[in-house]
């Protein structure tokens, strides 16, 4: 299936109806891109279970920022995300 969109002025991009039909995306679930041979591609991430990222960031002996915690969060999630 080959499907044209348009990149808008902010960078974003509309995934047409049938591609959200078929692959079943919702409104919320995430998209992630990655690069390929032939330029990258889009595919779908499947939630994870909480029991999945339990014990993800360690524990910690002083204050980190909250900031500072969504990075990490995000890398190991991402991190697992690749198995």
Request: charged share 35%; aromatic share 10%.
């Amino acid at each position: 299936m080959t499907t044209l969109t348009k990149v808008t002025r902010n960078f974003q991009i509309t995934l047409p109806e049938e591609v959200r039909q078929q692959f079943k995306i919702r409104l919320g679930d995430s998209i992630a891109i990655e690069r390929a041979d032939f330029g990258f591609r889009l595919h779908k991430v499947e939630k994870g279970k909480l029991e999945d990222f339990v014990g993800a960031l360690g524990s910690f002996e002083e204050k980190v920022p909250s900031t500072e915690l969504q990075k990490m969060w995000r890398k190991e999630f991402e991190k697992r995300g690749k198995r």
